[in-house]
């Protein structure tokens, strides 16, 4: 069976580089370093990827909006932690037509500083709160480092929900929420995750903290899927964002957000794929299944029918399928399929029409099943059902056996992966982690995790449990 | 009954720039002109409409892709006439973070300059043709007129199909498909349009020819709702798009392009709205149907509850639908709703309970109608198709009392709308007309019509009958 030119066994890095373009997701020749084309296979993965996000947003009340893309310098300089997280990698425009503006206008990298003044035009009494919004748009980031399809982007495909609440509890209970939008939303995707509370000197510019959405890839590397923030009153203060109390009192609003990106696709394609290209979770394939006639000379009309009648049923059940009637043998099919990650495969010849079978193959793991026609419905169902069970169970074993707890520099150096130190909370020492084993403080456990051991850089008492790993 | 401030019979502008805002459609206080917030409301409204789209998109095999929205400026410079057309109009980014760029990149105004030189690595044989793709997107225009919510702005929701042909002939079949594309739309938005093939001079920069679709505004002016564009090889010469053919020969592509934008939504405001506000087409409603709980003391449970009975009968036969529970009086939703245009409003009291009876209202008409809770769903939904019809025959009056044929200057003089005069084809006689009336040549009618009679400036024979109107 054909493969990809580099495996990904063999070198992670390579066998992504070329399964994206492989894989017919985007081109990544478009001239300008960082902004690829999507095609149409990787624009429907996203828009899949985006309605389960929708779907989230809408079980939670936000609301959609679309905010402006450019923004006026003097906008974006209110927060000034802000503009110093930022400034340095933004876009700005200067010209329009013949002319020079009057006033700089950057391309959003993220939209709290095209939001925030008209935030405080919305709200005036604490009956418009909560104020629960979200957008799915192209934002900027001039990226220095090296780039990489939906990994690190120039123009990047972004989600992000802005809240305002009446104090820091109600924010509070927006984390919360969001916590378990991620759970709900990352099962749906087979994609098992940790949360980190970011350390301080690596928060987003302007939160009052930041937790982070991380997965692992096999390449032993980090992925930061996603992030969500509280900012406290950090930005309402210079945006004057309040509201009038109960009491009549008028007060600032507390705000979080929360962002993910077409980051979410390089985790899909990196943790799911094989040798033989993506494999993709269910509820986000373009196509599901896919049904391939087995044709033998004089029998075309039967098995095409056969192959039509499943294919309408399917599609009543809301499966998205289709037949591939292309006139190439079933075997560059398989290959094209497996490459671009079909959940399952159905073949019909018509030596099964003659037994009342019909061929299934699952393409996780290969298998390959003769299942009655009669129950082909609940059987792809079920199997389809499996693929993600399984995809998931992959995905967690591949996590687990990666997240290593050590108590000196020395068994960290060993180690692959995540790696949890005890920690004094100490930046400095943190720092030097991260010198000697040349990769990132990704932070702190959310949840709670008692650790009664030592800092192994400064011998201290730790105050808990510090993660540290190579990060995309 | 509340109404809008300014009467949309009294001053048609002001009363649109009025309800844009008063039907949460969008926030104009955005700093930057023409470039407004989307609010919910709005943005929800704009999906609807993207959604019928993506529906013709699919039926016709276009594919959805995503290109990126900044441009090289060497690559927006190939097409000659393109660059004088657009060059005044566009947003230039020199500055990327602290560095001053190597090379200018624009924010795109339509994506041919960012797509072309990619199609010339896509189609490399007749087999890959034809290539049909599409995509919604935010677009850039600096526009220098006055600017006016949904209709004239700067940064675009815009919609824009692109293919490549083997030859003329495979390229103007794809010009009647996206004809027939039009009249399925737009009539599904209850807006009846006419085609009109633009004159030499005011065509789409770099196009052989550009048909538009105009719709007629109550203000008597037109609005163009998109375009339709033949390139012939206009485009493919200079980016190099080139195929082998059958016979082994390598020959350029022949482009067409179809372009829409928000001004739709223009157009649906425009048209159908009246003194009270908007009045949306069923298909597009965010909210189809509401209901509204006549509550009288003792007897809340009972009406609530055959409330979100209804409702979720409604929704199960997929009529966008929901309950206004909150605790105002009836007549302030109903003032908010008939703003915001919901086509069927739905009141439940207890006395309507006792007769086993519902009241229905149509926005559209005012009418209010008693109907048996029994035969709620099947009644509701032909209603909704009522106020679809009564939408499209009253828009319909409105355009064909507008067109008026006239022989002379004077005749023409005196009359609103859409004006068609003889023309023998001159772009001079053409510019008079437009000098002496003020306003625009809308080009020819592409049907076949003929026409008997002389150029009311010249007096030579006409050619063609020539529509004049003042645009926005």
């Known amino acids: 069976m054909p493969e990809t030119k580099v495996k990904k066994t063999e070198d992670f890095n390579e066998w992504y580089n070329e399964i994206v373009e492989l894989a017919d997701l985007c081109d990544k020749r478009y001239p300008i370093k960082g902004m690829n084309v999507w095609r149409p296979y990787g624009w429907k993965l996203m828009t899949y990827v985006d309605g389960l996000i929708r779907e989230e947003m809408e079980k939670t009340n936000h609301q959609e909006v679309y905010f402006p893309l450019l923004i006026p310098e003097s906008f974006f300089k209110k927060e000034e932690e802000h503009i110093q997280g930022f400034g340095k990698e933004v876009y700005w425009i200067t010209h329009a037509g013949l002319n020079t503006l009057e006033e700089r206008w950057l391309l959003r990298p993220t ?4 939001m925030y003044p008209i935030f405080s035009l919305w709200i005036r ?3 418009d709160l909560p104020l629960k919004i979200f957008q799915i748009v192209n934002t900027f980031r001039y990226e220095t480092k090296q780039t990489r399809a939906f990994i ?4 990047i495909h972004f989600f992000e929900a802005h809240t305002c609440h ?4 109600d924010a509070e209970r927006q984390i919360q929420e969001d916590k378990e ?3 709900r939303l990352f099962k749906r995707l087979c994609l098992p995750f940790i949360f980190n509370r970011r350390p301080e000197w690596d928060k987003f ?3 009052y903290y930041t937790i982070s959405i991380d997965v692992l890839m096999p390449s032993g590397r980090t992925l930061q899927m996603g992030s969500i923030h509280q900012y406290r009153d950090n930005f309402a203060k210079p945006y004057e964002i309040t509201y009038e109390a109960e009491d009549g009192k008028h007060k600032h609003c507390y705000q979080t957000t929360y962002g993910m990106s077409e980051r979410i696709l390089g985790a899909l394609i990196g943790v799911h794929g094989d040798n033989k290209g993506l494999i993709l979770p269910p509820e986000v394939a373009p196509n599901q299944v896919v049904i391939t006639p087995i044709i033998f000379k004089g029998k075309e009309t039967l098995v095409n029918d056969a192959c039509e009648k499943l294919c309408e049923q399917l599609k009543k059940e809301h499966l998205r399928t289709f037949v591939d009637m292309r006139e190439i043998t079933p075997g560059n099919k398989y290959y094209e399929w497996e490459l671009k990650g079909v959940p399952l495969r159905v073949e019909i ?10 061929v299934i193959v699952r393409r996780d793991t290969g298998e390959k099943l003769f299942i009655p026609v009669e129950s082909a419905i609940p059987t792809i169902r079920q199997t389809l059902e499996k693929i993600s069970q399984h995809l998931a169970t992959q995905a967690k074993k591949l996590l687990d056996s990666n997240i290593h707890r050590v108590h000196t520099l020395d068994e960290g150096k060993e180690k692959q992966g995540i790696i949890e130190f005890p920690w004094c909370r100490t930046k400095e ?3 030097e982690i991260e010198n000697l084993l040349e990769g990132n403080t990704l932070g702190e456990p959310i949840e709670k995790d008692d650790c009664n051991a030592t800092c192994p850089v400064c011998g201290k008492p730790a105050q808990t449990w510090m993660r540290f790993a190579k990060s995309y």
């Open 166 to 169: 009446v104090d820091f509890e």
């Open 349 to 358: 010849g018509p030596k099964d029409l003659e037994k009342k079978q019909i």
């Open 429 to 431: 020492c943190a720092l």
């Open 111 to 114: 939209s709290e500083t095209a």
């Open 152 to 155: 690190r982007v120039r123009e």
């Open 125 to 127: 009494s604490h009956t």
């Open 205 to 207: 510019a302007g939160a």
């Open 181 to 183: 939008i991620a759970e």
